[in-house]
């Protein structure tokens, strides 16, 4: 059988095709060099299961501690850690009140817990994943959008990855700005303090370690949907794929 190009390109360590031995043994290299810089063993052992896990051809590294069915990605070399101290989210663009918000500042508004399955375009699937953090819609409302927006742009702190939805889908009650993921604080590896949330969609919608939100006339499509993947990503009823609603 002879192989061809993908339809669009997947993440790194996602495609089907068998990863050589040596770049898993170098992978292996780097987080081991994780564990001996990282100030503590913990970030070192997150360091070390992001990168493993993402390239790891025996799924392995999905039996060690935090895995839990999910794979880490991360299209950034290495993400600063962030915390209660200095993570910020700016909401700004079209709005008539910019704002940053503290974690405490997100904490300390309503919360709202939901549990759904998580689906990666790449075909895993998580069943009953518990998200909590505070609604999207309410963010958006408190900045006031003014009239002629049409969308959302958000950004994040590894200085990379970007998404993005129209207001509609924003406003969705289905949309967090998550806090805590299986009912812990998210960890640094699944976006920690703060991620997107984006129930009915493929994960890609759901931008780790967020850091903004810019409401913008139209929509701006994101890092993978620059390399192919569709803007309107509705598990089930996008990228060619027929997998069940999350949502
Ligand atoms: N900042 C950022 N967010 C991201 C990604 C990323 O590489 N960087 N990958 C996306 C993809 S393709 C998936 S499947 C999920 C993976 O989330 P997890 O690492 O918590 O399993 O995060 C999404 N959000
Ligand atoms: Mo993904």
Redesign the pocket.
């Known amino acids: 059988m002879t192989s061809e190009p993908p339809e669009r390109p997947e993440?790194p360590g996602?495609r089907g095709a068998p990863v050589g031995r040596r770049i898993f043994l170098g992978t292996l290299g780097l987080g081991a060099l994780g564990v001996l810089a990282a100030p503590t063993l913990q970030r070192g052992l997150e360091a070390f299961l992001?990168s493993a896990a993402d390239k790891d051809p025996t799924g392995l590294t999905g039996l060690l501690p935090n895995g839990g069915g999910?794979?880490?990605?991360?299209?950034?070399a290495s993400?600063p850690h962030k915390n209660a101290t200095d993570y910020r989210l700016t909401v700004d663009g079209l709005v008539d009140h910019p704002a940053s918000y503290t974690l405490a500042d997100l904490r300390a508004l309503p919360q709202t817990r939901m549990v759904k399955d998580?689906q990666?375009?790449?075909g895993?699937r998580v069943p009953g994943t518990p998200f909590e953090g505070v609604r999207l819609s309410r963010l958006l409302d408190a900045a006031g959008v003014r009239a002629k927006a049409g969308a959302v742009r958000f950004s994040?702190f590894?200085g990379?990855?970007t998404?993005s939805l129209t207001l509609d889908q924003a406003r969705r009650a289905d949309v967090l700005v998550a806090l805590r993921?299986q009912d812990k604080d998210l960890e640094h590896?699944?976006?920690g303090p703060v991620?997107?949330y984006v129930a009915p969609m493929?994960?890609?919608?759901?931008?780790?370690?967020?850091s903004g939100i810019t409401v913008t006339e139209d929509v701006h499509p994101g890092?993978?949907e620059d390399r192919g993947y569709d803007v309107d990503a509705w598990v089930g009823r996008s990228n060619g794929r027929d997998d069940a609603p999350t949502s």
């Open positions: 993440p996602e992001g999910f794979r880490y990605y991360s299209v950034a993400v998580v990666c375009v790449t895993w994040c590894d990379t990855y998404e993921m590896a699944h976006g991620r997107l493929y994960f890609y919608k759901s931008a780790k370690w967020l890092y993978w």
